[in-house]
């Protein structure tokens, strides 16, 4: 996607490192050590397909160890290749330390479009692959735990935790070898939503941040703002969705494949949604005006662009005419570190994909503890918190009662009072609150120091940190 002179993706993940450890004072070996990818494994494998073999290529890529398991989607994309890997690896390091998800960083991917296969086909090919990482430790509760990434969803997760529990018949804790799993099958309410949601809860913090919000030459809240979306895949379809339906966005803008689709007065995520699943595609969408070069509209003014498709979509050649204030990283990678450094000359903010995605690693790190202590969030609790609000309740009613006109309780407050919280809301609240910690870390560093003047640095800062103080305590 990015012009011939631009640095590869892990470049510029390098680049961006660098840019932050050189405001550090790291010792060198200990910079390189964190900077470099362990180990990347390679895989040809053969399936039989239609009558003949075919081979496939995947990887996984280890990036750093200093806690494991390792953590990292696996990604099905016909460019998927070792440097894709290897960078979406490096920030899972980052990503995971930022939002302090006890692991290392690690990430696949195989080279195939999903598109052309159908379900069968791509079970075999998926529990081919699962096989080969999982008889290599590359698959594993304690050691390398995978999650979904574009192409792949809760279906290939059950498939990898299956094969993997066909492999480990005596693990009892084969389920949390994967994370992303359907709900029936091992996985957490709130994980197919979390990196959408993620993004929606780094934005409202965002915007309680005056400061920040001042920098972006911004004012206001949420609320009334336009977006544009580039990818309305599982992150891209969640954030659009509640931004609109939640915090009164106007989505003015979603970029597909086959084009894009823009309305001032705001898109319907939701009919949009319905209608690229039974046309495979923007084009064609009644309500809305339709762009066959969908990149353009990346161009167009909005308040908050949203990148959740792949990287390098904003690089040199587009960078200069990039319209809005905020950008927010949904994907990993979108903004070149070429394009970020013309960005932020101008002004431009940009919430890094190292922590605006981090919702994904967040709930699935929930899951992961599901997965080991064998019990749902909220089944201990649940009823029994219900029980001692029930007393306050009685008591509210008694006096009440006792005061007559003079005072009585608000109508909903009783049964949202009552209400003990399941496993989506203790999910939710979880992942709000390790959203807005990590963005509170990072804007301590972006307005605290007069050497860094942009998120991204300070994300790194705050991360790099952390991975350095767990490799001192390893005496390292
Ligand atoms: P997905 O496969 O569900 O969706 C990707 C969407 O982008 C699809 O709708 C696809 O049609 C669209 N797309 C593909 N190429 C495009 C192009 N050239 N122009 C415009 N649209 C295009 O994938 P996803 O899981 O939503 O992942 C999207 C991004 O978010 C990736 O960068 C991924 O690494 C990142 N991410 C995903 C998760 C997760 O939990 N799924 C977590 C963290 C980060």
Excluded at 1 to 15: A, G, H, I, K, L
Excluded at 311 to 322: H, K, M, P, T
Excluded at 406 to 434: C, H, I, N, Q
């Amino acid at each position: 996607m990015s012009t011939p002179n631009e640095p590869s993706f892990r470049e510029s993940v390098d680049m961006m490192f660098n840019r932050a450890v050189a405001l550090m004072d790291l010792p060198p070996g200990l910079e390189e050590k964190i900077r470099v990818c362990n180990a990347t494994y390679t895989v040809r494998f053969g399936v039989r397909l239609r009558g003949q073999m075919q081979t496939f290529t995947g990887y996984r890529s280890v990036h750093s160890e200093h806690m494991e398991p390792v953590k990292g989607g696996i990604r099905y994309a016909i460019s998927v290749n070792q440097d894709e890997v290897e960078a979406l690896a490096a920030l899972m390091t980052y990503k995971c330390s930022l939002v302090e998800a006890p692991f290392g960083g690690s990430k696949g991917g195989l080279c195939i479009d999903p598109r052309e296969y159908d379900e069968h086909e791509l079970e075999l090919i998926t529990r081919r692959f699962a096989y080969e990482l999982i008889k290599r430790d590359m698959i594993n509760p304690a050691q390398n735990v995978p999650a979904p990434d574009m192409g792949t969803g809760e279906r290939e997760m059950a498939w990898i935790a299956d094969q993997y529990k066909r492999m480990n018949t005596t693990d009892i804790n084969s389920s949390a070898c994967v994370t992303g799993k359907p709900t029936n099958a091992g996985g957490i309410q709130g994980r197919t939503e979390a990196t959408g949601r993620g993004v929606q809860y780094a934005l409202r913090e965002f915007f309680r941040d005056r400061e920040g919000v001042k920098k972006a030459g911004m004012t206001g809240t949420l609320n009334g703002k336009t977006v544009i979306v580039q990818g309305l895949g599982n992150v891209g379809y969640h954030a659009a969705k509640f931004l609109s339906e939640e915090d009164g966005c106007k989505i003015t803008g979603i970029i597909e494949r086959d084009g894009a689709l823009t309305d001032p007065n705001g898109l319907d995520v939701e009919a949009v949604r319905h209608w690229i699943a039974n046309h495979d595609g923007v084009s064609g969408y009644p309500d809305g005006f339709y762009v066959k070069d969908g990149s353009t509209v990346l161009e167009e003014a909005c308040d908050i662009l949203l990148p959740a498709a792949l990287e390098g979509v904003i690089n040199l050649g587009n960078a200069d005419r990039i319209k809005a204030p905020l950008i927010i990283e949904a994907a990993n990678g979108p903004v070149t570190a070429g394009a970020d450094n013309i960005l932020r000359e101008k002004g431009t903010v940009i919430i890094p994909d190292m922590y605006a995605n981090a919702g994904g690693v967040t709930v699935s790190y929930f899951e992961w503890v599901k997965n080991l202590s064998h019990i749902r969030f909220g089944r201990m609790q649940r009823r029994q918190e219900e029980a001692r609000h029930q007393l306050v309740v009685d008591e509210l009613t008694r006096l009440s009662d006792h005061l007559g006109d003079a005072w009585s309780m608000t109508p909903d407050f009783k049964e949202k009072y009552l209400r003990g919280a399941g496993e989506l809301e203790l999910v939710r609240s979880g992942l709000d609150d390790t959203m807005r910690a990590a963005y509170q870390s990072m804007a301590a560093v972006w307005h605290g120091r007069d050497d860094v003047d942009d998120l991204r640095t300070a994300a790194y800062l705050v991360a790099i940190e952390k991975v350095a103080a767990s490799y001192r305590a390893k005496g390292l």
